[in-house]
């Protein structure tokens, strides 16, 4: 499963990134305390936010995330914006709440296993 | 039309620790009117959020409830820094929160906003150095 | 469903409320930030967090929220504990991180209901 497929059954916008959108899905993290998504989430999750502030990159960028998710149709900092496309990291937004979103992909991630 | 509740409850700066707690027992006390719960919601929020920001940023604070029967008022009040530029305070999302703030799940931004959409009325006053002065009106529905 | 089954699918350890187990609960609201549960969190929701401070007892007391689930294999300090017998706010713990916690109620029918502050608007997304 890729980013794109998940862009498309969930309807998400894409807030920068359209480029890497093929980058696999492994798994989802859901959570807004950044020494917590730096602790415990993995290479290839979608990380699930509603931080907008440039430091989700340097995050995400570290742990080598799939990409980033946020809620709340909370559009990323013009700041933010600049470093996820230097970067290259993709940065999706959906209008929906944590809750709903993550359990959507959840259920999207098991369907295929 | 008389005044159904009128109390004052002062704030710490600081005091991380008991945040919540006035918020806490404004509800408790406004319970007992048997107000109505979407209005009591706000109110909590309005408090909350109110109470939070004394602890984050001001020396001393003081939060002035009156409840009439037609509305709430409340009347904040703190000693503080104030805020220079109250519209970008207002901006969804600005923050001046500190690591420890943050570290307690506040400091999103978004603690003038959400009481801006509790109530039905309210005013924002603020001189640097000296502190800041909320005013929120909730209408209380005639039943 | 019931506190109990939340309990069940989540594998959760029960720390304060076991009066409460029998509380019907049909949404849930997931975040790490106070501030968004004040705006959004809506009466009757468990709510599923990573935060373990006194203050989110009381943030879900103010908000009638039906339990508290943290998330991530935290032990809260015993004030939080405290506060919530205090409180009558029940709180149980999973080692579950917030996306599996979310994914799993989620699949067992459990919805995602948001009520934004100063409307009657609920909003299920």
Known sequence: MNLASVVKTLNLKVACGQEHLERPVRGGYAGDLLSDVLANSREGDLWITRQSHQNIVAVSSLKDHAGILLVQGKEPDMDTLEKAIKEGIPILVTEGGTFEIAGRLYRLLHERS | ?143 | ?125
């Open chain 3, 1 to 125: 469903m019931t506190l109990f089954e939340v309990m069940d699918i989540l594998n959760a350890r029960l720390l304060v409320g076991r009066k409460f187990l029998n509380t019907e609960v049909k949404t849930a609201f997931s975040a790490d930030l106070l501030s968004d549960v004040l705006a959004y969190a809506r009466p009757g929701s468990v709510l599923l967090t990573g935060l373990t401070n006194p203050q989110v007892v009381r943030t879900a007391s103010v908000l009638d929220i039906a339990a508290i689930i943290l998330v991530r294999g935290k032990i809260p300090p015993a004030e939080t504990l405290r506060l919530g017998e205090e409180l009558d706010v029940p709180i149980m713990a999973t080692h579950y991180i917030l996306f599996e916690s979310s994914g799993r109620l989620f699949s067992h029918g459990i919805v995602g209901c948001i009520q934004k502050v100063g409307t009657d608007e609920i909003v299920s997304l």
């Open chain 2, 1 to 143: 039309m008389s005044l159904k509740y009128d109390g004052k409850f002062s704030v710490r700066g600081g005091d991380f620790k008991e945040a919540g707690k006035v918020a806490v027992e404004i509800k408790g006390i406004l319970k007992k009117f048997g107000i109505d719960a979407e209005i009591l919601r706000r109110v909590a929020i309005v408090a909350y959020e109110a109470e939070v920001n004394i602890i984050s940023y001001a020396k001393l604070g003081k939060i002035h409830l009156q409840v009439h029967p037609e509305r709430i008022v409340m009347d904040v009040e703190d000693e503080g820094p104030g805020i220079e530029d109250i519209e970008l305070a207002m901006r969804p999302g600005y923050s001046t929160a500190s690591e420890l703030i943050r570290e307690l799940g506040f400091g999103a931004g978004m603690g003038l906003v959400n009481i801006k959409h509790c109530a039905d009325e309210f005013k924002i006053t603020s001189m640097v150095n000296q502190g800041t002065r909320l005013r929120i009106i909730i209408h209380v529905p005639a039943r």
